[in-house]
């Protein structure tokens, strides 16, 4: 298994909350994802990293922000949750261009549930 | 812009047997990647299987073929001799290998693959 780790797991939180989904790799990899994944839908690409202090959106606007202050974490947070942002966050990340593969490395997931 | 194309939501087979997921995808680049991943529930999403679109040859990986087909911009995954473990959802993907940068992955949505016993 990759070694990327997200925490929580599972959140439930009431409207209004801020909170923030913890994303953290041990590969020592520059570029990182979020994706949003909704139930029986494909993952759509919310934020990426090219590496510290580089960030930008994804295709699907979202409400949420990210930082990069350091190469292995990147977290995402919601500064006012509300029930539209329930769903599944994925990050993801991927080796060195000259070890390029195409392949992106996914952590457990965060369920996120805005009641 | 890209798009990738499951039109099975839901499969199942007998354990096993043989399975074949579709996809097919749209784009007018020439260089790109296409991927199989598969998401166990409640677990991570892991590559399954990876095409590099200028190798004519299918890939395949123990039990996981694909069947490559860049003119009709089709990409199926077949499982052979279908075990339990195998039972997930499973996405196709798209990406660019010129795209240098941003290489960002396109997603089908899926297709949930039932293992019957």
């Known amino acids: 298994e990759a070694d990327i780790y997200q925490t929580p797991r599972y959140l439930v939180i009431g409207t209004g909350k801020k909170i923030t989904l913890e994303c953290s790799q041990t590969?020592?990899?520059?570029?990182m994802y979020w994706y949003q994944q909704d139930p029986g839908m494909e993952l759509h690409l919310i934020h990426y990293?090219?590496?510290?202090?580089?960030?930008e959106k994804g295709d699907l606007s979202s409400e949420s922000t990210v930082s990069r202050i350091r190469t292995e974490h990147f977290p995402l947070t919601l500064e006012s949750a509300r029930p539209s942002h329930t769903s599944q966050y994925l990050c993801?990340?991927?080796?060195?261009?000259?070890?390029?593969?195409?392949?992106?490395?996914f952590g457990e997931g965060s369920r996120l549930t805005v009641l | 812009a890209q798009t990738v194309t499951q039109s099975q939501p839901e499969m199942s087979v007998q354990e096993a047997e043989t399975v074949t997921l579709s996809c097919t995808y749209d784009?007018?680049?020439?260089?790109?990647?296409l991927f199989w991943y598969k998401q166990p529930p409640s677990r991570q999403m892991i590559l399954v299987i990876r095409?590099?679109?200028?190798?004519?040859q299918n890939a395949t990986e123990n039990r996981f073929s694909v069947n490559f087909q860049k003119a009709a911009k089709s990409f199926s995954l077949k499982i052979s001799d279908s075990q339990l473990g195998d039972a997930a959802m499973y996405f196709c993907a798209y990406r660019l290998i010129s795209n240098f940068g941003n290489e960002k992955l396109t997603f089908g949505t899926g297709t949930r693959l039932t293992i019957i016993p």
């Open positions: 993801a990340s991927k080796g060195l261009d000259r070890e390029d593969t195409g392949e992106l490395f």
């Open positions: 784009t007018s680049e020439s260089d790109y990647y």
């Open positions: 990293s090219y590496g510290v202090n580089s960030t």
């Open positions: 095409q590099e679109a200028y190798k004519q």
């Open positions: 590969m020592g990899h520059d570029k």
